[in-house]
């Protein structure tokens, strides 16, 4: 008995089985990406670098000294998931190393005993991003060779000319870097806002652009390798989840740079892989509010001497709890709902017209 229950484990849990079910797959990689960062990365904290008090946070004093930087444990689980369960073509295997490559230039500056500086960051975001759009381009064009956009308020997808994709991804993958690294400041918030945005693409990924019916029917291109997409987005899903087990408030550890540059730069890349660049307000649109507009007030204060929101401040979360009076809890539950609104309002509006 114990034999034949052994050959049907192998026989189930086979590479070819397992291969044929993308369904299989996302569970297994959703859970073992879970367990396994909820189980190891207490075990990394003494190894970590101590969080040393972000600048222009109000929430700095509470953060300073606790482990920072575990981004570089949950992205590194990721990506071995990632190989272990997921068949990835070589656009993939490209965009995976720069996935991590992104975490680790977040992680050097989270050790680093002075930071590296707005500047070296930037351009450091910029070679990443150029390298995934032009990666992006040539693993997702079509046969005909060209790429396209399927856009809100049209019926037909567009054919995008490469000099054009380019701009669009690198605005796109840059902004959801930095614009998810300026919301990482309340304990859960970035993690939970950001694992709104990967259920949302997983849930795409899966159940639309990967089936020919629907994606005929909602007259959207089909992407053969969505469904992989979908298992490598639940994979981050759950190592996310493991990492928000911990850091829940009070939290126990910090993603630090580490993490948030690298959910920041995955985003983008799955926003550009639907072929939508739209739905990077479904799954960031808190995100582009609460970081974004603050970077966009300093530079314009800093290049153009144009001043905007004076009377807020920015990164918007701190604002709300010294303003408002609003509690960690508050701010990650007000935001949470009000991503989740206009997640569905977006969705409901790009494919209501289609």
């Not at 656009?91 to 500047?119: A, C, F, H, N, P």
């Not at 918030?189 to 990924?205: A, E, H, K, P, R």
């Not at 009377?311 to 709890?321: A, G, V």
Request: glycine share 8%; proline share 3%.
């Amino acid at each position: 008995m114990i034999y034949i229950f052994a050959s049907w484990l192998r026989e189930f849990f086979s590479p070819a089985r397992l291969l044929q079910s993308h369904t299989v797959l996302i569970t297994l990689s959703l859970f073992v990406g879970f367990l396994l960062t909820v189980l190891l990365l207490p075990k990394f904290y003494k190894w970590l670098p101590h969080d040393r008090g972000r600048e222009f946070t109000a929430t700095a004093e509470a953060a300073k000294g606790k482990p920072t930087g575990s981004g570089v444990v949950f992205i590194t689980i990721f990506v071995f998931i990632a190989f272990l369960f997921v068949p990835l073509d070589c656009g993939q295997i490209i965009i995976i190393v720069l996935t991590w490559l992104t975490m680790l230039t977040g992680y050097l500056d989270d050790r680093s005993v002075k930071s590296w500086g707005e500047y070296r960051k930037a351009l450091l975001d910029l070679i990443l991003s150029l390298a995934a759009a032009f990666t992006l381009y040539y693993a997702c064009r079509n046969e005909d060779g060209n790429i396209y956009f399927w856009l809100p308020f049209t019926t037909k997808p567009i054919a995008v000319a490469e000099w054009l994709y380019i701009i669009i991804a690198v605005i796109i993958i840059w902004a959801s870097i930095n614009t998810t690294n300026c919301t990482d400041g309340v304990d859960g918030l970035s993690s939970t806002l950001v694992l709104i945005g990967l259920i949302t693409l997983g849930i795409i990924f899966y159940f639309i652009l990967g089936h020919t019916v629907i994606a005929k029917y909602l007259l959207v291109p089909h992407l053969a390798d969505g469904a992989q997409w979908a298992v490598l987005v639940f994979a981050l899903a759950g190592v996310l989840m493991g990492y928000l087990w911990h850091n829940a408030f009070p939290s126990k550890v910090l993603m630090g740079d580490a993490g948030s540059r690298a959910l920041g730069f995955f985003i983008g890349v799955c926003v550009m892989v639907t072929g939508n660049p739209f739905l990077l307000l479904a799954t960031s649109s808190i995100i582009l509010v609460n970081g974004g507009m603050g970077l966009l007030k300093v530079a314009l204060l800093r290049f153009f001497k144009i001043k905007i929101f004076s009377t807020i401040r920015f990164p918007l979360h701190d604002h709300m709890r010294q303003k408002r009076n609003w509690s960690a809890t508050q701010v990650l539950v007000k935001f949470m709902i009000l991503q989740l609104l206009i997640t569905i309002a977006i969705l409901g509006i790009v494919f209501k017209v289609r």
